[in-house]
């Protein structure tokens, strides 16, 4: 296996970790265990099921880590970012967008994080789904 | 976006909701196996997995309990999978051919799919009798399954 698959490997790793939680905890557990008899029995569960923070920071730095070396290996630097004429096909624009939806997912996590805010978390899961397009786009379409 | 990758981002993305149903389970098993309040541990996870989804005002029919949500994710991504594999063209003959099984492709897939195989055991067991040995195998192979993908992009 290469440095780019191990790479690669601990990317997906990451992602999915995170917004497999992400989307699951809200969307699925969440409301399930709310409703679960007696109330205290929820709460509890609720307060257990939320021992699983702060999975956001370690997979953001393991995804911008891994992220990068992937985009170097494809010959995608910082230099060649800056560069208008790299932006003039289809797969630059994929990234240009994941990389703008990726610095909105950085400040959601650190201005809101893990505080309650029942409407942002859907924006913060538009990104998410959004990105993962993009990721499908770049990965299957090539930059 | 072409039907190929539609279905890849769909893959992907029950793929991604899959592996937080798994980590649920194992972070439930362990949590709730670590905490002293009186909670039974085997009881309570068998509670959550019999309690339904969406949990609103719905029939009862069209609401399904935790643990079938599980069965649900494994369904759509066997089906999706099996789509991925015609969309890039390859066929029965080829599946069956051992040469296709010694390739990259072929071994990568082939760990695949024995790994989906184990986590649909595990998932079974989970859904049978809950256990924090069950949840946390299921996680660990959700994990592996996700890892071995990186040789199929």
Redesign the interface.
């Known amino acids: 296996?290469t440095l780019f698959?191990i790479a690669?490997?601990i990317?997906?790793?990451a992602?999915?970790?995170w917004?497999?939680?992400?989307?699951?905890?809200p969307l699925?557990?969440g409301?399930?265990?709310?409703?679960?008899q007696p109330p205290e029995?929820a709460e509890?569960?609720r307060e257990?099921?939320m021992?699983?923070g702060g999975l956001g920071w370690p997979a953001l730095v393991l995804l911008v880590g891994t992220g990068a070396y992937l985009l170097s290996v494809r010959g995608v630097t910082l230099g060649a970012l800056v560069h208008p004429a790299f932006w003039g096909n289809g797969g630059s624009h994929a990234l240009g967008i994941k990389l703008l939806l990726v610095l909105f997912m950085i400040g959601y996590q650190a201005i809101i994080g893990h505080r309650r805010a029942p409407r942002a978390i859907y924006l913060d899961m538009a990104a998410a789904?959004a990105v993962?397009?993009m990721?499908?786009?770049i990965?299957?379409?090539g930059l | 976006m072409n039907a190929y990758l539609l279905t890849v981002y769909l893959h992907v993305v029950v793929g991604v909701v899959l592996t937080g149903y798994a980590l649920f389970w194992a972070v439930m098993a362990v949590t709730l196996r670590a905490d002293r309040r009186g909670l039974d541990p085997e009881g309570t996870l068998a509670l959550i997995g019999a309690s339904r989804w969406p949990p609103v005002k719905l029939p009862n029919a069209v609401r399904v309990p935790v643990i079938w949500l599980g069965w649900l994710f494994v369904a759509f991504m066997v089906a999706s999978g099996i789509v991925l594999i015609r969309q890039r063209g390859i066929t029965m003959a080829e599946l069956t051919a051992a040469s296709f099984w010694t390739q990259r492709a072929g071994v990568a897939l082939g760990v695949k799919l024995v790994l989906l195989v184990i986590f649909v055991v595990q998932h079974m067991r989970l859904a049978r009798r809950p256990s924090r040995g069950a949840a946390v195998c299921a996680a660990l192979l959700a994990f592996s399954i996700v890892c071995v993908s990186a040789l199929l992009v």
Request: net charge positive.
């Open positions: 296996m698959r690669l490997a990317h997906l790793l992602a999915f970790a917004l497999g939680h992400m989307f699951f905890w699925f557990a409301p399930v265990l709310k409703k679960i029995t509890r569960l257990l099921s021992r699983m789904l993962l397009g990721s499908v786009m990965a299957k379409g």
